[in-house]
């Protein structure tokens, strides 16, 4: 495991070690305080972030090593110098590299490139790191992931892709519920579908709300136009406006069903205020788990 560009390019037995280190990390963070001791990462953002910057800069720290943020004007990727001469000359500098940017393909040609380790920080196709902080929030929320029902309401997008491999390698039953035309990646679909069945789980795809969120233990919305799509704001709102998920919503669900976002979230659109801030919400047990599933990503790649 070189790097870490898709949970697709995870097995089930490779997860669950991610899954069983985070959980040490997260009992006994002292013992982890040296291991990553005289390493750097660097972290190269063509968006703007929160938690994927501090998450990964605080990591690294309480891990005992260093991390450096290359902004979109200090290395303009692919612009001011060729994708592979960055690669090539970080690899020089630091022992890995987290790529925060638009096109998954930029992702692929910096790893192909380095001769170091390089984590998908999210691109427009895929955020593995967000999608295995998810499920293993729900794996500790429910102690197994086996029988338990995922709903992703709203766009069919790089986290819903990610939650799909996630879900079908694990065991954890996953409902899509999207307008028509804003459905996930269709090759992310049928190869989640056919590795689900291997697990005896379910991945199923709908075009309503309420028939996706029936029964579910868990609901999962994103916002509805992602960095880069601002200008599809007010369509988006039109189109999705019966994908929100709100008190309403909520009633179709298992009872005290939980609810997740992966930030930032547009209060008011794809999720009510009331449901982010009442007692189902485990949003921000999951932005926390980001810090840990990654500071687990980053002792298997670089120790």
Same mark, same amino acid.
């Given at each position: 495991?070189?790097?870490?560009?898709?949970?697709?390019?995870?097995?089930?037995?490779?997860?669950?070690?991610? %899954?069983?280190? !985070?959980?040490?990390?997260?009992?006994?963070?002292?013992?982890?305080?040296?291991?990553?001791?005289?390493?750097?990462?660097?972290?190269?953002?063509?968006?703007?972030?929160?938690?994927?910057?501090?998450? %990964?800069?605080?990591?690294?720290?309480?891990?005992?090593?260093?991390?450096?943020?290359?902004?979109?004007?200090?290395?303009?990727?692919?612009?001011?110098?060729?994708? =592979?001469?960055?690669?090539? !000359?970080?690899?020089?500098?630091?022992?890995?590299?987290?790529?925060?940017? %638009?096109?998954?393909?930029?992702?692929?040609?910096?790893?192909?490139?380095?001769?170091?380790?390089?984590?998908?920080?999210?691109?427009?196709?895929?955020?593995?790191?967000?999608?295995?902080?998810?499920?293993? !929030?729900?794996?500790?929320? %429910?102690?197994?992931?086996?029988?338990?029902?995922?709903?992703?309401?709203?766009?069919?997008?790089?986290?819903?892709?990610?939650?799909?491999?996630?879900?079908?390698? !694990?065991?954890?039953?996953?409902?899509?519920?999207?307008?028509?035309?804003?459905?996930?990646?269709?090759?992310?679909?049928?190869?989640?579908?056919?590795?689900?069945?291997?697990?005896?789980?379910?991945? =199923?795809?709908?075009?309503?709300?309420? =028939?996706?969120?029936?029964?579910?233990?868990?609901?999962?919305?994103?916002?509805?136009?992602?960095?880069?799509?601002?200008?599809?704001?007010?369509?988006?709102?039109?189109?999705?406006?019966?994908?929100?998920?709100?008190?309403?919503?909520?009633?179709?669900?298992?009872?005290?069903?939980?609810?997740?976002?992966?930030?930032?979230?547009?209060?008011?659109?794809?999720?009510?205020?009331?449901?982010?801030?009442?007692?189902?919400?485990?949003?921000?047990?999951?932005?926390?788990?980001?810090?840990?599933?990654?500071?687990?990503?980053?002792?298997?790649?670089?120790?």
């Amino acid at each position: 495991m070189k790097d870490f560009i898709s949970v697709g390019d995870l097995n089930a037995a490779e997860i669950n070690e991610i %899954f069983d280190l !985070t959980g040490q990390l997260k009992q006994d963070k002292a013992k982890f305080a040296s291991v990553l001791a005289g390493k750097t990462l660097a972290l190269i953002f063509q968006k703007p972030s929160n938690r994927t910057r501090v998450s %990964f800069e605080v990591g690294m720290y309480q891990l005992g090593g260093n991390s450096i943020y290359l902004s979109l004007q200090e290395i303009n990727l692919g612009v001011r110098e060729s994708i =592979e001469d960055v690669a090539k !000359t970080l690899s020089r500098y630091v022992d890995g590299i987290v790529l925060r940017t %638009f096109e998954h393909k930029n992702v692929l040609e910096l790893a192909k490139a380095a001769s170091i380790s390089v984590i998908n920080g999210l691109s427009d196709f895929s955020h593995p790191c967000q999608a295995m902080a998810d499920v293993y !929030t729900i794996k500790e929320k %429910f102690s197994h992931l086996n029988g338990v029902t995922l709903a992703y309401v709203g766009d069919g997008n790089n986290v819903c892709n990610s939650l799909l491999y996630a879900c079908a390698k !694990t065991g954890l039953n996953m409902r899509i519920g999207c307008p028509k035309g804003y459905e996930p990646d269709k090759a992310v679909l049928k190869d989640a579908k056919a590795q689900a069945a291997k697990v005896g789980s379910s991945i =199923e795809l709908f075009h309503d709300a309420q =028939e996706a969120v029936k029964g579910v233990d868990v609901i999962y919305t994103d916002v509805w136009a992602s960095m880069g799509q601002e200008k599809e704001a007010a369509k988006r709102k039109k189109i999705f406006k019966e994908f929100q998920i709100n008190t309403r919503l909520l009633k179709s669900a298992a009872k005290n069903a939980l609810v997740m976002h992966c930030l930032p979230a547009h209060r008011g659109e794809e999720i009510t205020a009331e449901v982010m801030d009442s007692p189902n919400s485990i949003v921000f047990d999951q932005a926390e788990n980001r810090m840990h599933v990654q500071k687990a990503i980053l002792i298997r790649l670089l120790k």
